[in-house]
């Protein structure tokens, strides 16, 4: 099955700073790599994704890259603010026929310090 | 739209006994996905269906663990007997196209088994 691999589990940057969490996967066959934002108490909420034909997204201050030779991607983050504190997971899925669930990686606790 | 809905929110109980968590996925959606949250684990998918089927239910623990979707407005997941490292959030996610598209999470129930 899947496996992926999230870096680093915390992180801690200054207010106004950038931010980069990075994700490995295993399965080649992966195709759909979508990012979660989890607020204390709440459950996960879709930030952006990604398909394997295209190599980057973004929406306002979020950007997400993949590569798909080395089997990576990552979730940046420009111009911090304090509402950005969460933790974040990463994920992968094949999308292929049928529903399919993700899996996801350990996760990052981001901190946004003022 | 009220979102993915579960219950109940906290769930406190005996080792041994019977524990039954519900789930009403956001109207028109076909896919339905339960995983679980841990400190060690993370989130891990349990099973999900599609068009209140299941597909994959691979990541379901052992036999204690028993999902059901009897239509596409309902789904349990139910433990039996339940013991204390099945403590964890159980989260419900549905979505409206499988792998495909963005899986909508609920609050979460919040399981202690003592």
């Known amino acids: 099955g899947e496996n992926v691999e999230q870096h680093p589990s915390t992180l801690s940057v200054q207010e106004g700073d950038s931010a980069v969490i990075k994700c490995t996967y295993s399965?080649?066959?992966?195709?759909?790599f979508p990012w979660y934002k989890q607020e204390l108490g709440k459950g996960p909420q879709l930030i952006i994704d990604i398909r394997s034909n295209v190599g980057e997204k973004k929406d306002q201050r979020i950007a997400v890259t993949l590569n798909k030779t080395a089997k990576h991607f990552s979730l940046h983050i420009t111009e911090t603010q304090p509402e950005d504190s969460a933790v974040y997971f990463c994920?992968?899925?094949?999308?292929?026929?049928?529903?399919?669930?993700?899996?996801f990686g350990k996760g990052t606790h981001l901190i946004i310090q003022p | 739209d009220a979102g993915v809905i579960q219950s109940p929110r906290h769930e406190v109980t005996e080792m041994g006994q019977e524990v039954t968590l519900r789930c009403k996925p956001i109207s028109g959606h076909n896919s339905l996905f339960w995983y679980r949250q841990t400190m060690m684990r993370g989130l891990e998918l349990l099973i999900y269906?599609?068009?209140?089927?299941?597909?994959?239910d691979s990541g379901m623990p052992e036999d204690r663990f028993s999902a059901k979707m009897p239509n596409a407005s309902f789904s349990t997941l139910k433990i039996q007997p339940s013991e204390p490292r099945d403590s964890a959030v159980y989260f419900c996610a549905s979505s409206s196209n499988g792998g495909r598209s963005e899986q909508f999470f609920g609050p979460g129930t919040r399981l202690t088994v003592l």
């Open positions: 269906f599609n068009n209140n089927v299941p597909i994959d």
């Open positions: 994920a992968a899925a094949y999308s292929g026929g049928g529903a399919d669930g993700l899996t």
């Open positions: 399965d080649s066959a992966s195709n759909y």
